[in-house]
């Protein structure tokens, strides 16, 4: 049974707007603008999926005088990256995001002061073990039970809104509400926080210093010496997806492999005692030593666990993490 579907788009400065889509045959269907900027229809929908997008006489610099202009809907949830059309799905009537069902939803997860965070690049991180096949969520969570197994208890995920191109840290966002699709659909997001749910582990949606001075040591271990009001306030870290790997940093790059591993679990005790949140950063735990360079691939180093220096890093993380969780000392 079809149901009347209401599409509407804000765009105060131009003149006119209609809409085409596969539920029109593409034909175009015009939309009525109102005092407040709303260009808006109605649309009799049966229960589907359907592309579309929207057509404006721009009044923009960048475009001939009311040329008529292609544009997705800025509030679309999915995008079709082969079309390059917004995406809408009506079910029993309404408008739906997907069909997922919560399953772990009533778990309850490690309160504030615990937290172990571990931000992550979908697309590098899980990208098949270090093969050039894109990451996907599905990935991610495959390896959940590695995150667990190191002692995290919260991820951080770098962008996943869709951005253009393929391949973006997620900074560059072209579609705010809809998932970079590449990476799987908004079901997929959802199983995979359902999933960290299941682990007990949260998911979320940067302290350095150049040289060394005792003082200034103190006051990176200490955020509260920084105005933080409590230890939640701050998040440490050793290196982020804008900062090198510890191991490749120019002061490790000198030294011999194991002066440089020594040195790397001293910065993991460091990272794990400071007052603060820790935060590890992709492949620090086994001693990824890649450069960063925003917005190029760099596909996680999942090979160095192979090296015996790379896997006994891994296993100082994983007790120096077990640590922090259960010695409350070192959170309150």
């Given at each position: 049974?079809?149901?009347?579907?209401?599409?509407?788009?804000?765009?105060?400065?131009?003149?006119?707007?209609?809409?085409?889509?596969?539920?029109?045959?593409?034909?175009?269907?015009?939309?009525?603008?109102?005092?407040?900027?709303?260009?808006?229809?109605?649309?009799?929908?049966?229960?589907?999926?359907?592309?579309?997008?929207?057509?404006?006489?721009?009044?923009?610099?960048?475009?001939?005088?009311?040329?008529?202009?292609?544009?997705?809907d800025p509030y679309a949830?999915?995008?079709?990256?082969?079309?390059?059309?917004?995406?809408?799905?009506?079910?029993?009537?309404?408008?739906?995001?997907?069909?997922?069902?919560?399953?772990?939803?009533?778990?309850?997860?490690?309160?504030?002061?615990?937290?172990?965070?571990?931000?992550?690049?979908?697309?590098?991180?899980?990208?098949?073990?270090g093969s050039e096949s894109?990451?996907?969520?599905?990935?991610?969570?495959?390896?959940?039970?590695?995150?667990?197994?190191?002692?995290?208890?919260?991820?951080?995920?770098?962008?996943?809104?869709?951005?253009?191109?393929?391949?973006?840290?997620?900074?560059?966002?072209?579609?705010?509400?809809?998932?970079?699709?590449?990476?799987?659909?908004?079901?997929?997001?959802?199983?995979?926080?359902?999933?960290?749910?299941?682990?007990?582990?949260?998911?979320?949606?940067?302290?350095?210093?150049?040289?060394?001075?005792?003082?200034?040591?103190?006051?990176?271990?200490?955020?509260?010496?920084?105005?933080?009001?409590?230890?939640?306030?701050?998040?440490?870290?050793?290196?982020?997806?804008?900062?090198?790997?510890?191991?490749?940093?120019?002061?490790?790059?000198?030294?011999?492999?194991?002066?440089?591993f020594k040195r790397a679990?001293?910065?993991?005790?460091?990272?794990?005692?400071?007052?603060?949140?820790?935060?590890?950063?992709?492949?620090?735990?086994?001693?990824?030593?890649?450069?960063?360079?925003?917005?190029?691939?760099?596909?996680?180093?999942?090979?160095?666990?192979?090296?015996?220096?790379?896997?006994?890093?891994?296993?100082?993380?994983?007790?120096?993490?077990?640590?922090?969780?259960?010695?409350?000392?070192?959170?309150?």
């Open positions: 049974m079809a149901a009347a579907i209401e599409f509407k788009l804000f765009a105060p400065n131009n003149k006119a707007a209609t809409r085409i889509g596969s539920f029109s045959k593409w034909d175009e269907i015009p939309l009525q603008k109102n005092d407040k900027g709303y260009f808006r229809t109605k649309i009799q929908l049966e229960d589907g999926i359907y592309q579309y997008k929207f057509r404006v006489q721009s009044q923009s610099p960048y475009f001939e005088l009311d040329e008529w202009v292609e544009v997705n949830t999915e995008i079709n990256r082969t079309t390059h059309t917004s995406a809408v799905r009506i079910k029993a009537g309404e408008r739906i995001i997907d069909t997922y069902v919560w399953q772990h939803d009533d778990k309850e997860l490690p309160p504030n002061e615990e937290l172990v965070i571990y931000e992550l690049h979908v697309a590098d991180f899980s990208g098949a073990d894109g990451g996907k969520f599905q990935q991610v969570i495959e390896k959940l039970h590695y995150l667990c197994d190191l002692g995290i208890n919260a991820i951080e995920l770098m962008p996943v809104n869709e951005y253009p191109g393929d391949y973006s840290w997620g900074y560059k966002v072209r579609d705010f509400f809809a998932v970079e699709s590449s990476y799987g659909a908004t079901a997929d997001l959802k199983q995979l926080i359902d999933e960290c749910q299941s682990f007990r582990i949260f998911a979320i949606e940067n302290l350095a210093g150049k040289t060394f001075d005792i003082e200034k040591l103190k006051q990176v271990l200490d955020g509260k010496q920084q105005g933080y009001q409590n230890t939640t306030n701050a998040s440490d870290y050793l290196a982020s997806h804008d900062r090198d790997h510890l191991l490749a940093e120019a002061s490790f790059r000198i030294l011999d492999r194991e002066t440089a679990k001293l910065g993991a005790v460091l990272l794990v005692t400071a007052v603060g949140i820790p935060m590890l950063w992709m492949g620090e735990e086994f001693g990824g030593w890649s450069c960063q360079t925003p917005n190029q691939q760099n596909k996680l180093q999942w090979n160095l666990l192979k090296n015996q220096p790379n896997h006994e890093l891994l296993e100082y993380y994983k007790h120096a993490s077990r640590l922090r969780r259960y010695l409350p000392a070192f959170y309150t």
